[in-house]
């Protein structure tokens, strides 16, 4: 909104010329949602306790958990949400389609996290929104932008595979597939590992802010073809979403941080995962995603092998999936598991950083 309200005055104020730079609004974008969060966080955490709507655990956790998490606010991801929109709607383009595909995405996937959530407080039903409705749901809303990325932008199918830069096989129409695959998978992902205080914050910051930098590079032309990397027209915009969402998060972590004073439940961990999915798809970087999102694909693995194993061989590889459950059951403490989660996504990301020379 405020680049078509300012940047057309640069004329009669230079100063106001600072407002086509992506890099600027970028940063304006992070501050101002994460200023939001911190000015709104404790009336919100006060809200939530005064209408009790409080975490409720299933019984598959740390039986810790239920000494320590168990009255802790929860919905904290409409916070994050609210930081977001307001602080896209104020520093980004309104010309930009793919602005307004990520914003619907989060908004839908946001509102399937609130029925879950809302389920879970008023019906004291850990499981929530029963999955015969909650994945459907999903793979609706995201086959429905699968389909309008394909068929209503004409979106380059080609995919990217990282060192082979000669290779580049064009998937058509199963590209839909792999949107829908990556945009579910992703959402559900970050929604497996929120399981521990900060344990998803910061890794999707630290993802969201390694694909701002792919979303500038893929949306600069001169860039782009210097380092050899699909360019993708008027991709640059999502950098500003992602300082967005990278300032919120941070806001966010410091009331979520160990001992959490309050968690972003299915409204924050779906709508984030989900944004996270496809701003790997609108940079043509959807393969580097299990490297950047590292520690959302451990944790689903865990889960996947676990079941698959007991039920196939009657015994458990973990003592508890996700995998941050067996860590704490193996004596690490919360915060080492924490931080040490951390530090693997940072690792990570900078490996994925180091591939843009290297193809």
């Not at 010329?17 to 940063?27: A, D």
């Not at 199963?174 to 992902?189: C, E, F, K, Q």
């Not at 959807?286 to 194993?309: A, D, P, Y």
């Amino acid at each position: 909104m405020l680049y078509h309200w300012l940047y057309p005055l640069h004329d009669q104020l230079v100063a106001f010329n600072v407002i086509k730079y992506i890099t600027f609004r970028t940063f304006m974008g992070l501050f101002t949602s994460l200023g939001i969060v911190f000015v709104l966080g404790k009336p919100w955490i006060a809200f939530l306790q005064r209408h009790q709507l409080l975490q409720t655990l299933w019984e598959y956790v740390p039986e810790t958990h239920h000494k320590t998490k168990a009255k802790t606010p929860t919905m904290g991801g409409i916070l994050i949400w609210f930081a977001f929109l307001l602080s896209t709607l104020l520093w980004a383009r309104w010309d930009n389609p793919f602005v307004w595909m990520m914003l619907g995405l989060g908004s839908a996937l946001g509102a399937i996290g609130f029925l879950d959530d809302y389920w879970k407080i008023s019906r004291k039903d850990a499981h929530g929104l029963k999955a015969r409705y909650k994945f459907p749901l999903q793979v609706l809303v995201c086959g429905l932008v699968a389909l309008i990325l394909y068929d209503g932008f004409g979106f380059n199918t080609e995919l990217s595979i990282p060192f082979m830069k000669q290779i580049s096989p064009d998937l058509g129409m199963y590209y839909i597939i792999l949107a829908i695959l990556v945009l579910v998978g992703t959402s559900n992902a970050v929604n497996l590992t929120d399981g521990l205080d900060g344990l998803v914050t910061g890794p999707a910051i630290i993802a969201f802010m390694t694909y701002g930098v792919f979303a500038y590079i893929a949306g600069h032309i001169k860039i782009a073809s210097y380092l050899q990397v699909p360019y993708v027209p008027q991709c640059g915009e999502l950098s500003i979403l992602c300082g967005a969402i990278a300032g919120a998060l941070i806001g966010f972590l410091w009331f979520n941080s160990h001992p959490a004073q309050l968690f972003m439940g299915d409204v924050g961990a779906l709508s984030i995962g989900g944004m996270l999915g496809l701003v790997a798809l609108l940079t043509k970087n959807e393969l580097l995603l299990v490297v950047i999102g590292g520690v959302f694909v451990l944790e689903t693995l865990s889960v996947i092998t676990q079941v698959v194993s007991f039920k196939l061989r009657g015994k458990r590889i973990f003592r508890m999936a996700p995998l941050h459950h067996h860590f704490e059951l193996k004596g690490w403490p919360e915060s080492k598991v924490i931080v040490r989660f951390w530090i693997i996504s940072m690792i990570l990301a900078l490996a994925s950083m180091s591939t843009l020379k290297l193809r």
